[in-house]
C-alpha cells in the first residue's frame, strides 16, 4: 500500500507559476509509475504527466511545453512545475502510482486545488 499527499497548490494568475509536490510512503516508491491527474467540474479525470522510475516521462497534449514532472526516487516524491498556466488548468490535481501488469496496484492522494484567474 502506499499513501500519497500532495501539496503546493493555490490561487494564480494567468501566465504565473506553480510547483506541485508529492510525498508517497508505505511501499518501494522506486517500483512505480508516478503520475500526475487533474479534474475540473462536470469533467472527467484526465492523465497530466507521467515519469516511469527510470525518468521516462508522458504528457497530455495540452500542457507540453509548460508543464515538467521529476521525481526523487531517493525522497520518495515526485513534483509537477507548471509554468504560463492558463485558465483552464483551473482543476483539482492528484498525485498517483501505479504498478503491476496482470494485476495492477493503483493509489490516489488526497489532491490539492490549482485556480487560474485574474
Known amino acids: 500500500q502506499v499513501q500519497l499527499v500532495e501539496s503546493g497548490g493555490g490561487l494564480v494568475q494567468p501566465g504565473g507559476s506553480l510547483r506541485l509536490s508529492c510525498a508517497a510512503s508505505?511501499?518501494?516508491?522506486?517500483?512505480?509509475?508516478m503520475g500526475w491527474y487533474r479534474q475540473a467540474p462536470g469533467k472527467q479525470r484526465d492523465l497530466v504527466a507521467s515519469?516511469?522510475?527510470?525518468?521516462?516521462?508522458n504528457y497530455a497534449d495540452s500542457v507540453k511545453g509548460r508543464f515538467t514532472i521529476s521525481r526523487d526516487n531517493s525522497e520518495s516524491t515526485v513534483s509537477l512545475q507548471m509554468s504560463n498556466l492558463k485558465p483552464e488548468d483551473t482543476a483539482l490535481y492528484y498525485c498517483?502510482?501505479?504498478?503491476?501488469?496482470?494485476?495492477?496496484?493503483?493509489?490516489w492522494g488526497q489532491g490539492t486545488q490549482v485556480t487560474v484567474s485574474s
Open positions: 515519469i516511469t522510475s527510470s525518468g521516462s516521462t
Open positions: 498517483n502510482a501505479r504498478k503491476g501488469w496482470r494485476i495492477v496496484y493503483e493509489y
Open positions: 508505505g511501499s518501494i516508491f522506486s517500483t512505480y509509475v
